[in-house]
């Protein structure tokens, strides 16, 4: 049997202050199974009254060892693990790991599957706040806006329903291009959605942006400067709150985010209302990014959604039937897969948390040599004892709220 | 090549013993451990990589020597350039300076790889495990830890199998 082992928390003593351990202060624990904690996020609270005088995160309770299960699985096989590592933005996962994949055997994509990527990317990105929108202004009370922000969001996994035939673990964009080129009803269900969703943002606005309790709650609350957020690694609208003007999408752009006519939304004060202002202009900014994606979509028509590369991407099945070299490319990648070189890239991208890199190593057979995740919650997180000093527990609430985690991301 | 990374490249390769290596357009170079925390300053001060991207670790068990290649990816956001620098840990002293001193966010990165891969990172202030279990035994990211199947006993290996999992027969 599995021996128990007495623990004492003298390796934990240097996290506290001394007045801690003289009893001054008191130490609390936050979760891991806390409603505001979003996730299974468990913090340490060192606190004088309701003063936060330190807070410890203790991360790793979603742990599932992707980037070991990976290490295990051919390349095509892999992907399908990395929609469960950010559960709220799995086609930019697939797509941060396809184009990580196209990086290191050279692997080209047709530009009406770029086009799709970037629309469904853009989507995702719109889901993915909407999340964060209504779970951040739960915490601070404002119960009806998660039901409608959840509401939107239903419309955006329905259109990836209907793309690919899952709400949410797509895996719908493939290394060299996509599973198959999107249905007819594509155009008109993004269309309404274009049409419906501006609308709801002013109502978000209406809701939230004069709200004197929301404002009360967020200004001045958790500010970082632009120098302590570059230093700690924040990116995203984490980061674009403090003034600071980064995107992957335009600094180091992937997809052809260069042909398309965006802002990157920035703010100066920093604080979690900084943050909120950035978010819900990315809404705009988006809309603007996917209705620009439909009309080059629509000059694409017919045109192919997958790389003609046979080495690495399986030939359309109607070839199947004519083609003996299709058959064999086809039998080849189903069963052995193809092989990347004993090479080493990183790919970043702009999630909807920041920036989200991978860095992929190949050994010269189908099998990843070792995958890594760079994940945003995962740094952002770790800056959360710096945002939240001296601050109230109530304020803490909110500052997890405004750096937007999603703890698979952060625990892989 | 951006004139600026070529400079730093240069700058870096003049005063440190260091290999270039390209591909893809991404350029790194592989460092001694004990001139990390040197070169991270040199980049970070003189040409403005302020931002540490990523860190992580290679193990190429069991053929490689040295060990583990540690990897530090550098940003410039004022410059938008990157610069990888990979850091050859042999697998008997698995050891890096740590470089929280500059770059803040790389404690819990060094806890991760200590964690994933024991790789200790010296003078660190805070080095427990961070995924793991705080009991947890080895290093889940080495290349001699399996995946986590159960073995399958045979005769020629019945006996050690039952040797290491004596709790079976209880």
């Not at chain 1, 892999?78 to 790991?97: I, P, S």
């Amino acid at each position: 049997m599995v021996q128990l082992q007495e623990v004492t928390l003298d390796e934990l003593k240097h996290l506290v202050s001394d007045r801690a351990i003289q009893g001054e202060t008191m130490l609390l624990n936050m979760g891991p199974q806390h409603p505001s904690t979003h996730g299974v996020l468990r913090l340490m609270l060192e606190l004088e009254g309701e003063t936060v005088i330190n807070c410890v995160p203790d991360i790793g309770f979603l742990h599932t060892g992707i980037e070991k299960n990976m290490e295990a699985k051919r390349y095509e096989q892999a992907e399908v693990m990395t929609d469960r590592l950010d559960y709220l933005n799995t086609v930019g996962n697939n797509l941060a790991y396809c184009l990580a994949v196209e990086k290191l055997v050279g692997l080209d994509v047709p530009p009406r599957a770029q086009v799709i990527r970037v629309i469904l990317a853009e989507l995702q990105r719109i889901a993915s706040h909407l999340v964060w929108l209504g779970t951040q202004s739960l915490d601070l009370a404002a119960m009806s806006m998660f039901l409608y922000c959840f509401r939107e969001r239903e419309v955006i996994l329905d259109i990836l329903e209907l793309v690919s035939g899952q709400r949410m673990m797509t895996t719908y964009i493939r290394p060299g291009g996509l599973w198959r080129d999107v249905p007819k009803e594509f155009y008109a269900a993004v269309e309404d959605f274009l049409a419906y969703f501006p609308a709801r943002i002013e109502q978000y606005h209406g809701l939230l942006t004069k709200n004197p309790l929301f404002i009360d709650r967020t200004k001045g609350i958790g500010v970082i400067s632009a120098e302590d957020a570059i230093a700690w690694g924040l990116t995203g609208p984490t980061l674009r709150g403090s003034g600071v003007d980064f995107d992957n999408r335009v600094a180091r752009p992937y997809s052809g985010y260069e042909e398309y006519d965006f802002e990157v939304p920035t703010d100066t004060a920093g604080d979690v209302f900084a943050r909120y202002i950035c978010r819900m202009e990315e809404f705009t900014q988006s809309l603007r990014i996917i209705e620009q994606g439909l009309e080059k979509l629509k000059e694409l028509e017919g045109a192919p959604v997958r790389s003609n590369n046979r080495k690495f991407v399986p030939p359309p099945r109607s070839e199947l039937g004519t083609s003996m070299e299709a058959l064999i490319h086809h039998f080849k990648l189903w069963t052995d897969g193809f092989d990347a070189p004993a090479e080493y890239v990183y790919m970043p991208v702009s999630s909807p948390r920041g920036e989200l890199g991978v860095y992929l190593e190949g050994d010269g057979g189908n099998k990843p040599y070792r995958v890594h995740w760079r994940t945003p919650s995962f740094i952002h997180l770790q800056a959360l004892p710096v945002l939240s000093e001296g601050l109230l527990v109530a304020d803490l609430v909110a500052i997890i709220g405004s750096i937007d985690i999603v703890l698979g991301d952060s625990d892989r | 090549m951006n004139d600026k990374l070529q400079q730093a490249i240069q700058t870096v390769k003049a005063r440190f013993e260091v290999e270039e290596h390209t591909f893809s357009d991404e350029h790194s170079l592989i460092i001694l451990p004990k001139d990390l925390a040197a070169i991270c300053q040199v980049l970070r001060d003189e040409f403005q990589f302020n931002m540490l991207s990523s860190l992580t670790a290679v193990d190429y068990w069991p053929e490689g020597e040295p060990r583990f290649h540690v990897v530090y990816q550098l940003y410039s956001i004022d410059d938008n350039i990157t610069l990888r620098l990979r850091a050859a840990v042999p697998g008997d002293d698995p050891t890096v300076p740590t470089i929280e001193g500059l770059y803040p966010n790389a404690n819990w990165h060094e806890r991760e790889i200590w964690d994933m891969f024991g790789i200790e990172a010296e003078g660190h202030s805070d080095m427990r495990r961070i995924l793991m279990p705080y009991d947890w035994e080895g290093h889940p990211l080495r290349k001699d830890y399996p995946l986590g199947y159960e073995e399958v006993q045979f005769t020629f290996n019945a006996d050690e199998i039952d040797r290491k999992k004596p709790y079976v027969k209880e």
